[in-house]
C-alpha cells in the first residue's frame, strides 16, 4: 500500500550512489520494489536494499529524479507505495551463485544476507563498487570484478560467473545488473545448463499490474516479474533486443 | 451458458478488458484473450504517440485506484503491428480518442482495417485537456462524432460514457439517435488525492479518475438510467471484482460488462472466476442464459 515515511538513516555508497533508510511495517521479500516519490521529482521503481522492518534504496544518480532523492536529509518524508513484484524464490536450490552489477547489486544484498550463498559484485571500477561490506558479512564467498581490473578479477560478471561455475558446481544463478550484462549471463547459463532468476527493469507506469506498459512480450515486468526465471526468460523476445518507451514504442536496445 | 451478444456480436463470455489495462502491445492483448475475457477493449489510441502524463500517475487509495495516465499510446500508426498480433486471437475492440468527428472517423477506419471487431469512442477520460469527458458531456457532440464514425466504418461502433454529468441519460439517448450501436458506461469518477504531508496533489495531472469497488455503485445506478431511456445494448463498467458485482450490472440492463482494476487486485484469473462462479450462480437460480438476467431488475 502507500505511505509516508521518514528517512532514518543514509549511507553512502559511493561517489554517486547513497542509500537511504526507513521505517515501514509492510512485508517485503528480497527481490521485490517500491514506487518512490517526492514533490519535484517524476516517480521511479526502486528495488529494496533492505527487506526487514527497517528498510532502505539504493540510489545512483544518473539523472534529475535520482538528483532530487540525493537530496534528501534525515527526517524528511518520501512516499512510497509497494511493495510490488515477484522477488527471488531463494528456496528453489541450496547451491547457488549471486551476482551484482553496478546499482543492481543493491537489488541481490537481501538474498546475500538471506542466504548467505557465494556472491559476485561487479562494476566499471573499484570507486564503482558498493555493498561489498555488507556482502562480505553475510557471503559465504565475496568475488569482485572490475572492467577495469582496478579491484578483484579484471573484467566483468559473466567472465568471472564462468571462472566460478567451472570451480564450483551452481544450480542456479540470481543476479540484477544492466540488461547486456543479464542478456549475457543469461546465455552463459543456457550453455553451462545452469537455471536462473533475473531481476530486470523497464519503464513502468503503475507498478501494480493494471497498465501494461512495462510488458516484456506478454509478461508485466512490475507483477510476473521483476524477477523471472529462466523458462520465462526463454520466451522473451524483447530480453537484451528491445524496450518500449512511455508512448508503447518498441526501441531498440543500445 | 455465458454466451452473450452485443447487438450483432457474440461473445463466448460476458466480461471483456476494460480499454487502459494490459492492453498497449499485441501479446499482452493475446495472453488476456486467453485468460477467459470474452475481448480485449485497447488502450485508447489517438492519431500520434503520445507518452501521457508524467509520473506519479497512479495510486492505490482506500477502495480501488485513482489514475492520470493522460492516454498513453504508440499511435494509430504503429498500433497496426500490435493490431497484426492480437485481432487474429479473438475479439479485440478498438478504442479511439480524437477531437473532433473527422479525427475519431480517421482513426476509426484505420482501426477497422487493422481487424477491429469493433471501435469503442472514448468521450470519457476525465484526464485530457481537449480530449474524453471534455467533448463527451456535450450531447449534441457526442451525437456528431458518432453519426461521423458510423458513417466512415461498417464495424460496430460502441461509445464509451463518464459519469462526470448530471446528464448521463441524454447522452446515451444521443449515441442512440446518431446511429450508435451500443453504451459503454461509466468510465472512472473525476477525483483527486492529496498528500498530508507534502501538502500537494498527487499526481501530476493534479487530477484523477477514481475507478474499483469505491465507483461499482455509481455505475450500476447509471446503467439502470441508461436502460430506462435507450434500446441500444449497454456493456456495464466500472468495479467489477467479482460474479456478484457482473450480476448487478446484467441485472440493471447491460449484456457485457469490462473489468479494469481487478487485473490488479485479484489478477489475470479474475475472469475465469468470475466466469465458473456466475455460471454456478446462474444454475443455482434458474438462470438459463445470460440474456435471461439482463435488465431483471427493472422488472
Known sequence: MSDSVRIVGILDNAHDTKTFEFQWDEKASPGQFIMVWVPG??????SLSKTDRIKSI???KIGKD??????????????????????????????????????????????????????????????????????????????????????????????????????????????????IMQYHLYNACVELGMDCQLSLERHMKCGAGVCGCC???????????????????????????????????????? | MLVTSVGKMRLEK????????????GPSMVRMLRSGAGAVVTKSIGSEPNPGHPNPVFTELKGGYINAMGLPNPGIELFGKEMEIAAKN??????????????FSALAVKMERYGAAAVELNLSCPNAAGYGMEIGTDPSVVGSIVSAVKSAV????????????????????????AGGDAVVAINTVKAMVISPMFGKPILSNKFGGLSGPAIRSIGVRAVFEIRTV?????????????????????????????????????????????????ERFMKDYGYSSISKMVGVAHE
Open chain 1, 41 to 46: 521529482m517524476e516517480e521511479i521503481p526502486m
Open chain 1, 58 to 60: 539504493t540510489v545512483k
Open chain 1, 66 to 179: 535520482t538528483q532530487k532523492l540525493h537530496e534528501l536529509s534525515l527526517g524528511d518524508p518520501i512516499r512510497i507505495r509497494g511493495p510490488y513484484g515477484k522477488g527471488f524464490d531463494l528456496r528453489k536450490s541450496k547451491n547457488m551463485l549471486l551476482v551484482g552489477g553496478g546499482v543492481g547489486t543493491a537489488a541481490i544484498i537481501p538474498a546475500v544476507k538471506e542466504t548467505g550463498a557465494d556472491t559476485i559484485i561487479a562494476a566499471r571500477t573499484d570507486r564503482d563498487i558498493i555493498m561489498d561490506e555488507v556482502a562480505g558479512r553475510y557471503a559465504k564467498n565475496l568475488w569482485i570484478a572490475t572492467d577495469d581490473g582496478s579491484r578483484g578479477f579484471h573484467g566483468n560478471a559473466v567472465q568471472l560467473m564462468r571462472e566460478k561455475a567451472s570451480e564450483n558446481k551452481y544450480e542456479m544463478v540470481l543476479a540484477c545488473g544492466p540488461e
Open chain 1, 215 to 254: 510488458v516484456m512480450d506478454d509478461l508485466r515486468v512490475c507483477k510476473d516479474g521483476p524477477v523471472l526465471t529462466k523458462e520465462q526468460i526463454s520466451k522473451i523476445k524483447d530480453f537484451g533486443v528491445s524496450k518500449r518507451d512511455e508512448c508503447g514504442r518498441i526501441v531498440k536496445l543500445g
Open chain 2, 14 to 25: 460476458p466480461g471483456m478488458v476494460a480499454s487502459g489495462v494490459m492492453d498497449e502491445t
Open chain 2, 90 to 103: 479473438g475479439n479485440i475492440i478498438g478504442s479511439i480518442y480524437g477531437s473532433s468527428p473527422e479525427e
Open chain 2, 154 to 177: 461498417s464495424i460496430p461502433v460502441w461509445t464509451k460514457l463518464t459519469p462526470n454529468t448530471h446528464m448521463i441519460k441524454d447522452l446515451a439517448m444521443a449515441v442512440q439517435d
Open chain 2, 230 to 278: 435507450v434500446d441500444i445494448p449497454i456493456i456495464g463498467v466500472g468495479g467489477i471484482s467479482d460474479w456478484k458485482d457482473a450480476a448487478q450490472y446484467l441485472m440493471a440492463g447491460a449484456c457485457a460488462f469490462q473489468i479494469g482494476s481487478a487485473v490488479g487486485t485479484k489478477g489475470i484469473e479474475v475472469f475465469d472466476t468470475i466466469n465458473s462462479e456466475l
